[in-house]
């Protein structure tokens, strides 16, 4: 049986130059230190789903790799049927990127393996970025030790974005993909559809491929029909 290779890969096209900060332009500094090796060994950053953590550390590693440094970015929602297998080897990483942490907390052999992953990052000084949608404290992890380690490093709260923040980055998002996105398109997609940001990106490269199936421009009527389509 064929084994299926692993997406231990990071997202090219999702940097820092594509995220729009808003209130968050400290976290993002901090952020952009530890992707080119600084001081801080161990980051942990959480906040709500669709605020666009998993970007951020795809951006992390789209810049470390661009130093040279070797990196990883980890998906745990995708990676936990895989087992704890997969962190085997990555210690050896100048930084490693572990997103949805909250998906392997109070599973024995996961939260052994992390623990073991953490203190082998350390001893060699490599760096470690986490995000889950909850503070390390408040983090479902049954092994004592391994919570001790998770709130050792500095820990970061994504803030929400504005809805005027919000357009300003489905913009950004859009011109990275080649896409013009006129104000109006945009305000009718911030008013008639789930407003994360992990929604509204998905949408978008939907509709970007519906446009050019079609050929048409991205317009209001256009965005209109195809949510009508899929209603």
Request: charged fraction near 20%; proline fraction near 7%; include cysteine.
């Amino acid at each position: 049986m064929r084994q299926q290779p692993l997406p231990l890969g990071f997202d090219p096209l999702q940097g820092f130059e594509e995220f729009h900060s808003g209130p968050n332009a400290e976290l993002v500094s901090h952020l952009r230190e530890l992707a080119a090796g600084g001081t801080e060994p161990f980051i942990h950053l959480w906040g709500a789903a669709g605020q666009g953590k998993s970007h951020l550390l795809n951006a992390c590693c789209r810049d470390a790799h661009r130093r040279g440094l070797s990196c990883a970015y980890l998906p745990l929602a995708t990676l936990r049927d895989y087992g704890p297998e997969v962190l085997e080897g990555l210690g050896a990483l100048d930084l490693l990127c572990l997103d949805d942490l909250e998906q392997i907390g109070g599973d024995p052999a996961w939260e052994q393996s992390l623990f073991s992953l953490f203190n082998e990052l350390r001893d060699k000084d490599r760096r470690l970025l986490t995000a889950s949608s909850q503070p390390p404290a408040h983090l479902p992890v049954n092994l004592p030790d391994l919570k001790t380690r998770l709130g050792w490093g500095l820990t970061l709260h994504l803030a929400p974005l504005t809805d005027s923040d919000r357009l300003l980055a489905l913009h950004l998002h859009a011109r990275a993909m080649g896409l013009d996105l006129p104000e109006a398109a945009g305000r009718y997609l911030m008013a008639h559809h789930p407003r994360d940001l992990g929604s509204l990106r998905q949408l978008l490269g939907e509709l970007d491929r519906a446009t050019l199936a079609a050929q048409r421009k991205l317009t209001v009527p256009f965005i209109k029909t195809y949510l009508e389509h899929l209603a």
